[in-house]
C-alpha cells in the first residue's frame, strides 16, 4: 500500500480514537472511577495498557510532554484506579459516545472488526512499546468497542514509529514539538502550555533549532520542512507496513467506511482545530 494511504487511513481512525480526549462522557468516565483531572486520567489511559510497572518507567506516552508533568499524574493515578479499571472505563465510555457522534457506526462497526483486525495481527510490534501493549489485550465482543480499541492500537502503532523516526533525527520532545508547531504555523501555544514546557524551555529549544538550521528569525527554513517531510514521510512508511495482508477491494471498502464515520464525527464538531493531539482539518 502507498504510505499516502496509511496517512489517509490514519486521520479517519484518529477521528474514532479521539473522541476519548474530547467528549465530556469520556472524561466524566475516568472521574467516576477515582481518577483526578484531565491530564492525570490521559496520561493513566495512554500508559494502563502497559500495567503499573512499565508505565511508571516509561516515558513513551508522554514524549512530548514536560517530564514533572507526567510524574505528577503517574505512576500516583494507580492508588486511585487500577490499570484494568482504567483500560475498561476508557473502552467502554468511548464506545458509548460513538453512535451519537457516528450515526453509521452500529451498522457499520461489524464488517470493519474483521479486516482491521487482520491488519492488527499483521503489524510488526518491535520498538513499538504502546502498540505491543495494546494489542496484547486482546478484543472485546462488542463491536463498537472492538472498532475503538482496533483505531487505538493501530494509532499507537504508528505513534511509536513516529517516535523513533524523532529520536533517529535527534529531536528532542520539546524541540519535535517546537519544530512541529513552527512548520505548521500552530501558535505555539497550542502545543507548549498543553504539554507543561516553560516559557525558558520553549524558547531553549527555538534557540537548539536555530543553532541547527532548522530555525531563521523564528521561521522555518527550507531545510526545517525537508526535515519534517522526511520524519512524516517515513512514518506513513512504516505504518503502511500491515495494511498489506489486504486486497484492494477489502481495503477500498474499509477506507470508505472509515472516510464516513470520519465525517459524520466532523459534523458532530467534537474535535476542535488546531488541537493538541496535532491532527488537521480534513481537506475537501
Not at 121 to 130: D, Q, S, T, V
Not at 189 to 201: I, L, M, P
Amino acid at each position: 500500500m502507498e504510505p499516502a494511504r496509511a496517512r489517509e487511513l490514519w486521520q479517519r481512525f484518529e477521528r474514532l480514537h479521539a473522541v476519548t480526549y474530547f467528549s465530556p462522557e469520556c472524561v466524566d468516565a475516568f472521574k467516576a472511577i477515582g481518577l483526578r483531572g484531565f491530564w492525570m486520567a490521559y496520561f493513566a489511559g495512554r500508559s494502563a495498557p502497559m500495567g503499573p510497572s512499565a508505565a511508571r518507567s516509561s516515558r513513551r506516552p508522554s514524549t512530548n510532554f514536560e517530564p514533572s508533568m507526567v510524574a505528577r499524574a503517574v505512576p500516583d493515578a494507580w492508588s486511585f484506579a487500577s490499570p484494568d479499571s482504567v483500560i475498561e472505563a476508557r473502552r467502554r465510555a468511548a464506545a458509548s459516545v460513538l453512535p451519537s457522534t457516528c450515526p453509521s457506526v452500529e451498522s457499520l462497526a461489524p464488517s470493519m472488526v474483521a479486516p482491521l483486525t487482520e491488519v492488527l495481527e499483521a503489524a510488526r510490534g518491535e520498538g513499538r512499546p504502546l502498540f505491543s501493549a495494546n494489542r496484547a489485550l486482546g478484543l472485546p465482543v462488542d463491536p463498537l468497542e472492538a472498532l475503538w480499541q482496533l483505531a487505538t492500537s493501530l494509532r499507537e502503532h504508528r505513534g511509536d514509529g513516529h517516535v523513533a523516526l524523532l529520536c533517529a533525527h535527534e529531536l528532542a520532545g520539546v524541540e519535535a514539538i517546537a519544530l512541529f508547531a513552527r512548520c505548521g504555523s500552530i501558535d505555539d501555544e497550542v502545543f507548549r502550555a498543553t504539554r507543561g514546557w516553560s516559557e525558558d524551555q520553549w524558547h531553549e529549544a527555538l534557540g537548539g533549532l536555530e543553532s541547527r538550521g532548522l530555525l531563521e528569525n523564528g521561521s522555518p527554513t527550507s531545510a526545517a520542512h525537508e526535515l519534517r517531510s522526511v520524519i512524516e514521510q517515513s512514518t506513513d512508511r512504516l505504518a503502511a507496513q500491515p495494511y498489506g495482508v489486504l486486497g484492494a477491494e477489502q481495503l477500498g471498502q474499509l477506507g470508505a467506511a472509515l472516510g464516513t464515520l470520519a465525517d459524520e464525527l466532523e459534523r458532530a464538531s467534537l474535535i476542535p482545530y488546531p488541537n493538541p493531539v496535532g491532527l488537521p482539518r480534513p481537506s475537501g
